[in-house]
Antibody, heavy 122, light 109 residues
């Protein structure tokens, strides 16, 4: 069974840092692109970041560029999101999602993890 | 950036009725790179449709997607009790950012 399990969320003060992890199982992790998508409480979905299967190509949403860093360890079947200079508006459930794509497209997402809540507040 | 607009914001229907959800893009979505997701309270989104009209694995055939260019539709032919949820469209063209629509809530009338 394909499974994605996020961890690392919690309460952090504005300006602080947090590192999220996503443990993948049930598929060949190193063959798939991966993404982070977030959802603020009661709000819609916002794509955060993309990383290619090898890690050589990375994209960020403008809202997190320069503050967040996506990475992966294919030997450990794990995806990460290092979040620095956190703001109140970063408060959200963060989902990792496996990317599916055609040769010329970015990703649609299948499946998604259960999410981890990040709360930025003093 | 491609902005997606979904309508209506809320759709109130009874089980057994047909649901028609709209997703409109601010510019043409290349090669119909559009997906639909279902999200129930407290759960992660679930992929329903990709490539505008291809059903994901395990999705019942009462769900269908159509459209191209800037106008896309998700149709649920006969609503089952488990279909009452929020539905999001997403475009995944050749360049970032990936964007989502604001969602349509389908609730019980």
């Amino acid at each position: 069974e394909v499974q994605l399990v996020e961890s690392g969320g919690g309460l952090v003060q504005p300006g602080g840092s947090l590192r999220l992890s996503c443990a993948a199982s049930g598929f060949t992790f190193s063959s798939y692109e991966m993404n982070w998508v977030r959802q603020a409480p009661g709000k819609g979905l916002e794509w955060v970041s993309y990383i290619s299967s090898s890690g050589s190509t990375i994209y960020y949403a403008d809202s997190v560029k320069g503050r967040f860093t996506i990475s992966r360890d294919n030997a450990k079947n794990s995806l990460y999101l290092q979040m620095n200079s956190l703001r109140a508006e970063d408060t959200a459930v963060y989902y990792c999602a496996r990317g599916r794509s055609t040769k010329r497209s970015l990703n649609w997402f299948d499946p998604w993890g259960q999410g981890t809540l990040v709360t930025v507040s003093s | 950036e491609i902005v997606l607009t979904q309508s209506p914001g809320t759709l109130s229907l009874s089980p057994g009725e047909r649901a028609t959800l709209s997703c409109r893009a601010s510019q043409s979505v290349s090669s119909s790179y559009l997906a639909w997701y279902q999200q129930k309270p407290g759960q992660a989104p679930r992929l329903l449709i990709y490539g505008a009209s291809s059903r994901a694995t395990g999705i019942p055939d009462r769900f269908s997607g159509s459209g191209s260019g800037t106008d896309f539709t998700l149709t649920i032919s006969r609503l089952e009790p488990e279909d009452f949820a929020v539905y999001y469209c997403q475009q995944y063209g050749s360049s970032p950012p990936i964007t989502f629509g604001p969602g349509t809530k389908v609730d019980i009338k």
